[in-house]
Antibody
Framework: EVQLVESGGGLVQPGGSLRLSCAASGFTFSNDEMNWVRQAPGKGLEWISY????????YYADSVKGRFTISRDDAKNSLFLQMNILRAEDTAVYYC?????????WGQGTLVTVSS | EIVMTQSPATLSVSPGERATLSCRAS??????LVWYQQKPGQAPRLLIY???TRATGIPARFSGSGSGTEFTLAISSLQSEDFAVYYCQQYYNWPPWTFGQGTKVEIK
């Protein structure tokens, strides 16, 4: 069974940093592209970042470019999102999603709250 | 960036009735469209890809149609577990994935 489990969310002050993790199991992680998608409270879905299976290609939404960094560790079957210079508008549930052009499987998400 | 617009925002339907949800793209996305279902407190679940192909394990009461700029998700006979928010997403021109704002299907 495919499982994606996010962790690392929490309360952080504006300007602070946080690192999210997504532990994958049930499939060959190293073969798959991965993404992060977020959802602000009561709002819709927003794609924020992609990483290729090899890790050498990454993309970011304009809203996070220059502040967030996606990475992966295939030896640990893990996906990461380093989030710096956090703003109130980054408050959301962050999901990792398996897939290239759309999310075939999603984790349950981890809540990030940016507030003083 | 391609903008996706869903209608209506909320759809009130009685159990057993048919529901029809619409999604429009600001420019042609061919058949590069998916539908997701999201229940409260849960992650999105892939329902339809390629505009009309059901994902693994999705019941036959869910059907997708359309191409170009106009798409429809139909649920033929609503079950209690189908009341949720539904999102469309294009993947013709990415990045980014772009989503519609969602349609909430609620019990009438």
């Amino acid at each position: 069974e495919v499982q994606l489990v996010e962790s690392g969310g929490g309360l952080v002050q504006p300007g602070g940093s946080l690192r999210l993790s997504c532990a994958a199991s049930g499939f060959t992680f190293s073969n798959d592209e991965m993404n992060w998608v977020r959802q602000a409270p009561g709002k819709g879905l927003e794609w924020i970042s992609y990483i290729s299976s090899s890790g050498d290609t990454t993309y970011y939404a304009d809203s996070v470019k220059g502040r967030f960094t996606i990475s992966r560790d295939d030896a640990k079957n893990s996906l990461f999102l380093q989030m710096n210079i956090l703003r109130a508008e980054d408050t959301a549930v962050y999901y990792c999603a398996r897939g290239w052009r759309y999310g075939t499987q999603w984790g349950q998400g981890t809540l990030v709250t940016v507030s003083s | 960036e391609i903008v996706m617009t869903q209608s209506p925002a909320t759809l009130s339907v009685s159990p057993g009735e048919r529901a029809t949800l619409s999604c429009r793209a600001s420019q042609s996305v061919s058949s590069n469209l998916v539908w997701y279902q999201q229940k409260p407190g849960q992650a999105p679940r892939l329902l339809i890809y390629g505009a009309s192909t059901r994902a693994t394990g999705i019941p036959a009461r869910f059907s997708g149609s359309g191409s170009g700029t106009e798409f429809t998700l139909a649920i033929s006979s609503l079950q209690s577990e189908d009341f949720a928010v539904y999102y469309c997403q294009q993947y013709y021109n990415w990045p980014p994935w772009t989503f519609g704002q969602g349609t909430k299907v609620e019990i009438k």
